[in-house]
Every structure is written in C-alpha cells, then in structure tokens.
C-alpha cells in the first residue's frame, strides 16, 4: 500500500508538470503569434524595398485593386486562409508565398526560443533570422542584395555580441572582446568569400556569385562569428553545388543562367546556428581525434 503521503506528492508534481506544460505551450502560442506577425512585415519589406516604397505607409493593401485590407484579413496565416487566398474585393489571387513565410517565421521563432533560453540570444537570433529571411525574399525576387539592409543587419549583429560579451563578462573588456571577434567575423566574410567569388570566375569562366554575397557573409560572420560563419559558407556551397547542379542536370537552369546564392547562404547560417557546435565536435573527432 502506498503511503497518503505519495498521494500526495503524486498529485503535487503531477499539477506542477500540468500548469508548466501549459504554461510553456502558452508561451511558445505567444511566440509563434509574434514571428507570424514579424513575418507579415518581411513580406511587405521584401515586396516595397527593392522598390524604394515606404515600408509604414500606405497599410497593407492588393497590389492589383489598391484597395486596402481590412485589419482582420491581416492577420498572418489566418487571414489568407479565410480569403481562400484571394483578394476580397477584386477576388485576384493572393500569393501562397505570404502565409508560409508567417507559417515558417513563426515556427522558426519558436525553434529559435527553445534552443537558446535566454533572453538576448533568442532576440538577437530572431533579429538574424528576419534579416536573413527578407533578404533571400529579395534575392530571389531580384537577384540583387539591398546594400542598406545588410549594412544595418551588420550594425545590428556587432551590436548584438557586443552586449552579449557585456551581460557574459559584466566587463568592458569582455565586451570589446567580443565586439572584436565579430568584427573578425565580418572580415573574413568579406576576404573569403571575394575569394571563392574570383577563384569560381577562373573556374567557371564567369561570375559565379555577386559581389553582394561578399557583403551578406561579412554580416553573417559579425553575428556567428568567424568559426561558425566558415560552416556556413562550407554548407551554403555544398547545398548550392547540390540543388544547382541538379536543377542544371534536369534541365531546369541554363548554366549561364545565374542562380541567386543569398538563401543558400542564409541557410548555411541557421543551420550553423542551430546544428554548429555539434557539427564542429564531429570533424574535429572524425579528423583531428588527438586534439
Ligand atoms: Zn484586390
């Protein structure tokens, strides 16, 4: 027989697990709801920069009829959804584009705020990924990379370990330190990736990436710094080499056709933010087992 006690034990921790299941389901609603509604802003930022709109003004309105949505068809995913992705007045079809980039900034930011509990590594790794995102919106929109978006996302990313170093160290020091070591992050994407850029024109004998891709690992590197950024230029290559190659093998791209190299590098960045420490640990066992 169990003692009463046990009971209630059982009953008090078998609540606490409750109320904490609930409370961080709660939590993670609260934060998908959050990036859905960031990643209704990156389409608008997407669609009107590369445009020189104003990204406030006017709201949010169908590109054919001009007439301007109303505030509950603008709720992400849900929105589009009760539309039947058409537009509500003149029925023109809404890009299915729009709520998967909510869908998946949402999920994102949730997977985000999982893998880095704290407060300003979740913000700061939301922040990258919403540059990182609109950019390869605008990249394969345009193949073109806005200078001004990745200037700022480098201000913000060098702002980003500077403080980080700030709250780790509570010292000056520790903050210059790792100011510095994204600061060496941005160069070395600048330098590698010219690099890459003018060994692929001798190679391929043409361009075989814009020298925008310079400027977007240079910002990369200031928030990965340079170890990570390195694993991310390596995967964005390999995922590159892999779905361009096979796009030209089935005929679908013409080999001078140029294929834009921002999303894959904005890949190689998360999947090193995300899968970066275990991956360095294994090519370290795998090839330098002594160390
Ligand atoms: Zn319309």
């Avoid at 068809?73 to 537009?87: A, E, F, Q, Y």
Wanted: glycine letters at 12%; aromatic letters at 12%; hydrophobic letters at 55%.
């Amino acid at each position: 027989m169990i003692p009463k006690l046990s009971y209630e034990l059982v009953v008090i921790f078998g609540g606490a697990i409750v109320v904490d299941l609930l409370s961080s389901s709660l939590l993670s609603l609260m934060v998908f709801v959050l990036g859905a509604s960031i990643g209704s802003f990156l389409n608008v930022v997407a669609h009107r920069l590369p445009l020189k709109l104003s990204l406030w003004h006017p709201p949010s309105r169908c590109p054919q009829c001009l007439r301007s949505l109303k505030p509950y068809d603008n709720i992400p995913v849900l929105g589009w959804l009760k539309l039947k992705g058409r537009c509500r007045y003149c029925r023109t079809p809404i890009s299915l584009r729009y709520p998967i980039v909510e869908g998946m900034t949402g999920l994102v930011f949730v997977w985000i705020a999982w893998s880095f509990p704290t407060p300003l590594l979740a913000i700061g790794y939301w922040a990258l990924f919403s540059w990182l995102l609109a950019l390869s919106l605008i990249d394969l929109d345009t193949m073109t990379l806005p200078l001004s978006l990745m200037r700022s996302g480098l201000v913000v990313g060098l702002l980003f370990q500077t403080l980080g170093g700030w709250l780790n160290h509570q010292t000056v020091v520790g903050a210059a330190a790792q100011l510095f070591s994204g600061i060496l992050g941005a160069v070395v994407g600048i330098w590698l990736f010219d690099l890459i850029r003018i060994g692929g024109s001798i190679a391929l004998k043409q361009d075989a990436m814009g020298s925008g891709d310079a400027k977007l690992a240079a910002m990369m590197g200031a928030w990965l710094g340079w170890k990570l950024l390195l694993l991310a230029g390596f995967l964005a290559c390999v995922g590159g080499a892999a779905i361009g190659g096979g796009a030209m093998a089935l005929g679908w791209l013409d080999r001078r056709q140029p294929m834009p190299f921002g999303p894959f590098l904005a890949l190689g960045a998360m999947l090193a933010l995300f899968f970066g420490e275990p991956l360095l640990l294994t090519y370290r066992q795998l090839f330098f087992p002594t160390l």
